[in-house]
């Protein structure tokens, strides 16, 4: 089984300043990465995905995360944040073997709150 | 750009009713998935359906709940006789074929409140 852990369920950040959200994952298979975004009151959105090859990946609105297999963490940056990146943040996993076509295993969420 | 959508947004049901949650997924997908995000907590899958039936489920996917597509466009999760803690936002997902199986799209959610 898998398992998702971010360790801060809220994270304040000032407009402008660079954001690091934590994701650390447990799996006994190789895993697919992600990264979802929820704007309150709506559905997920992806914000970037790892499935092989360069470990930084690159997604939308300026976000970025690093594949860290020794570490077995997958940490989402932002070198710069907007009022509008104010939202929820899910790190999810799931097993590479099944194509993903699996379930995915979510984190419990961060909360980035960006402060004028 | 196609979208997931489910209906109705906000569900209320007395405790032993059955309720089904509609989803249309986006056209040509083949992979379904139906999950719920109890307030305050992580979100958490329950059910995955290719081909006309379930691929993988989870523990929380009893015989409480079942899938179904009725239709080359509709995908339903169904739970009979309804408990509090079934409340819960429900979200309905779909993703291609292919290479591009790995990507899921999430609709906007079905919040059931169950009395």
């Known amino acids: 089984a898998q398992s998702v852990t971010q360790l801060d369920s809220q994270v304040p950040v000032f407009e402008e300043a660079p954001v690091e959200l934590r994701c650390n994952y447990s799996?006994?298979?190789?895993?697919?990465l992600f990264w979802y975004v929820q704007y309150p009151n709506q559905g997920l959105q992806l914000l970037l995905k790892?499935?092989?090859?360069?470990?930084l990946v690159k997604g939308i609105n300026g976000f970025e995360a690093e594949f860290n297999k020794s570490q077995t963490s997958f940490h989402l940056r932002k070198p710069s944040v907007h009022i509008s990146d104010t939202a929820e943040y899910f790190c999810a996993v799931s097993r590479a073997s099944r194509g993903g076509a699996d379930g995915l295993t979510f984190g419990k969420g961060t909360h980035l709150i960006i402060q004028p | 750009e196609p979208e997931v959508t489910q209906t109705p947004s906000h569900q209320v049901t007395q405790m032993g009713q059955e309720v089904i949650l509609r989803c249309v997924p986006i056209s040509n997908h083949l992979y379904f998935y139906w999950y719920r995000q109890i307030l305050g907590q992580k979100v958490e899958f329950l059910v995955s359906?290719?081909?006309?039936?379930?691929?993988?489920k989870s523990e929380i996917f009893d015989d409480q709940f079942s899938v179904e597509r009725p239709d080359g466009s509709n995908f339903t999760l169904k739970i009979r006789s309804t408990k509090l803690e079934d409340s819960a936002m429900y979200f309905c997902a779909s993703s291609p074929g292919g290479g591009q199986v790995v990507q899921q799209y999430f609709g906007p959610g079905t919040r059931l409140t169950v009395t």
């Open positions: 799996s006994s298979v190789s895993v697919y």
């Open positions: 790892y499935l092989s090859g360069s470990t």
């Open positions: 359906f290719y081909n006309n039936e379930i691929s993988e």
